[in-house]
């Protein structure tokens, strides 16, 4: 059903991201959404060619007099990062996305929107089916799985793409071009833990960190927001030699790529402590809201009776889970010499749980320097030893190197200006793009990113600027042409 977003301009895009919204298409979950991309193609007869790992391509044939233009590759991926507000009731693997307009932004209601990379998707097929484009023969590229891993960049057939210049519809930030990105990989931490019976006269209850704007790791990272499982176990960990309290269990964060915006720990305090403790907890929150003033403005701790628990965490294992909590590096560890202001180092500290004896923990790992990659990865397993656990490192994805005097780079850059009459920035990402993967697949591959002003991406903060999705679209039909030449 449509909704007010079809009405929106550039009409044939946002028609099909009004479409794309009532998708369900997290990351895995993509045959939906490939489905709508294959009924596209099929309506305007279209080749589509299908590679084992399920990413797409859909050939276009060029507008007429421009048959012998070079072949040109647009790139976007299909799925989306679903995360939400606690207190809202959603279900990615079946609800509609409810969006909602706010001034000149587009934004969900307690959810990611999607926009990253949904605009993208809509752009490449709305150019599918334009029949007044000018532009050379096409091969657009759709591929699953970029947000929890690249995968399906990763296992791209060597020989499904036979354009050597390629458009990724994937950055977030208008009037730039990106032209290098970071590399990525992970560390799985996991401690084994020991437990005891709970003792007598103890309140079992939840300690809930919440408020926190959270992100995306790679793109926010560097806005220095609170980490509410770094920022929690702060917190207990202070308290711990002050109150009388046995740990139960901690959960927080969800996706590898998204700064954690909430935690939990589950308690057990002494009934004669528990009034001290709640006040000590609101004390401990108040330091941390004064120091993140003008970076976090909802913080939140919430105190609710739990469940009583059996069993608790012997005394030694639970400070050795707080202990490592409060030790993990968290937030940006080191900033490129080469290109001012871009992150080259960074760790997320993403996930961690308890379950079945065991703390397992996820760490998002980022450097355009892949020694330097390795090296954080080294450290955070390093601490994981320390406690008494072990670390696994998880391979991950190759950064995108600049390549500043490429042609495409050249024609962008003049068709730009000529567009806005502004000169594009000409930059690099610390979040991962595709691009890595797919240069190292597809040597000689020349590839420039760019795309709308799209805000908070990973979190349910996300917005795309309305206005700015015209922009892009304009400079896309442009370059289009340009190319073609």
């Not at 589509?48 to 421009?66: E, F, H, I, T």
């Not at 969006?99 to 209601?109: K, Q, S």
């Not at 990973?458 to 999705?469: A, F, M, N």
Request: charged share 20%; proline share 4%.
């Amino acid at each position: 059903m449509a909704t007010f977003v079809s009405d929106l301009g550039p009409e044939a895009l946002w028609l099909h991201f009004d479409r794309i919204l009532q998708i369900p298409r997290g990351s895995k979950n993509e045959a939906a959404i490939g489905a709508y991309v294959r009924e596209v193609a099929s309506r305007h007869d279209l080749a589509v060619v299908a590679d084992a790992a399920g990413n797409l391509l859909v050939r276009k044939p060029a507008s007429a007099g421009r048959e012998n233009g070079p072949l040109l590759v647009l790139q976007s991926h299909l799925d989306m990062v679903g995360e939400k507000n606690s207190d809202v009731t959603f279900d990615f693997t079946r609800d509609p996305i409810q969006a909602r307009r706010v001034g000149d932004y587009l934004h969900a209601t307690g959810t990611t929107l999607g926009a990253d990379n949904g605009i993208g998707v809509a752009a490449m097929l709305a150019v599918a089916e334009a029949a007044d484009l000018v532009h050379g023969p096409l091969e657009l590229l759709f591929t699953i799985d970029e947000e929890t891993g690249l995968t399906g960049a990763a296992n791209l057939e060597p020989t499904l793409l036979q354009g050597r210049r390629l458009l990724n519809l994937d950055t977030e930030e208008e009037y730039a071009l990106y032209v290098g990105c970071a590399g990525g990989a992970g560390t799985d931490l996991s401690v084994p833990l020991e437990t005891m019976f709970g003792s007598e006269g103890y309140e079992s209850i939840s300690v809930r960190l919440s408020g926190f704007k959270g992100g995306h790791s790679g793109v926010d990272i560097h806005l220095q927001r609170g980490n509410a499982i770094a920022l929690l176990a702060r917190m207990l960990g202070a308290l711990l030699p002050r109150f009388d309290f046995e740990l139960v269990r901690v959960e927080g964060g969800n996706m590898h790529n998204a700064i954690p915006r909430e935690a939990t720990a589950w308690l057990r305090v002494a009934r004669s402590d528990e009034s001290r403790f709640r006040g000590a907890l609101e004390g401990q929150l108040a330091s941390i809201a004064g120091e993140l003033i003008g970076i976090e403005e909802n913080l939140s701790v919430e105190v609710e009776p739990a469940p009583a628990a059996a069993e608790v965490l012997a005394a030694e294992s639970a400070r050795r889970v707080l202990a490592l909590l409060l030790a993990l590096p968290h937030g940006v560890l080191a900033m490129s010499h080469d290109i001012p202001g871009l992150v080259e180092i960074s760790t997320n500290l993403a996930r961690v749980r308890t379950e079945a004896g065991t703390l397992r923990i996820h760490q998002s790992n980022r450097s355009s320097v892949m020694s330097a990659l390795r090296a954080t990865q080294q450290r955070i397993g390093a601490l994981a030893t320390l406690a008494g656990g072990s670390a696994a490192q998880i391979e991950g994805y190759p950064g995108w190197k600049p390549d500043l005097d490429a042609s495409l780079l050249a024609t962008l850059k003049r068709v730009h200006e000529s567009t806005f009459g502004r000169s594009a920035e000409v930059k690099a990402i610390h979040a991962g793009l595709e691009c890595g993967l797919i240069g190292e697949k597809f040597p000689g591959m020349e590839m420039i990113s760019f795309g709308p002003q799209i805000e908070f991406p990973h979190s349910p903060d996300e917005r795309v600027l309305i206005p700015s999705v015209d922009r892009f679209w304009k400079l896309l039909v442009a370059t289009l042409e340009a190319l073609a030449a």
